[in-house]
């Protein structure tokens, strides 16, 4: 078992399509990515691969800003997005926090027209960063929850 390797594993009442577009498209990343108890005032995207893209995260209580950027890997709509994942500044107690890693997500269709959401983000420095981050992942993905079960006439 690799310590430094985060596997989250989600159901989706939503379609491939619809979670791809939701990781891709930055109008639909500035409404759910990042945790709770913080916004996406800022998302850019070169959807390709080599392209990069940029997520600015801003705490609502303090507004201190947090940027993740990386590098787009692997791009296979609507089943999988392999990217590059870094920050730009480390985090307070928790060494390698800017250290590169790597996310995974495959979007996998059921049987019941849901979708199964399999996370894995890999190269952790230390199981810190890997705790901070399975949190941080866990409480976005409640919000990507809640952003695809909304209605919207454009989904």
Do not use: C
Not at 32 to 57: F, I, N, S
Not at 116 to 135: G, I, P, R, Y
């Amino acid at each position: 078992m690799d310590n430094h390797k985060l596997v989250i594993r989600r159901t989706f009442n939503a379609s491939p399509e619809q979670l791809f577009r939701a990781w891709t498209e930055p109008a639909a990343m500035r409404m759910w990515k990042a945790p709770e108890g913080l916004e996406t005032p800022a998302v850019e995207v070169d959807l390709r691969v080599g392209g990069t893209y940029a997520v600015t995260m801003r705490q609502m209580d303090s507004g201190a800003l947090h940027v993740a950027r990386g590098v787009y890997k692997e791009i296979d709509p609507p089943r999988r997005l392999v990217f590059t994942w870094a920050w730009d500044s480390e985090m307070p107690g928790i060494d390698g926090f800017t250290q590169e890693t790597q996310v995974t997500v495959e979007l996998l269709p059921t049987a019941g027209g849901n979708t199964d959401l399999v996370l894995t983000h890999e190269l952790f420095a230390n199981m810190e960063a890997k705790a901070s981050h399975e949190q941080g992942w866990a409480s976005t993905l409640n919000k990507l929850e809640r952003f695809v079960a909304a209605p919207s006439p454009s989904r």
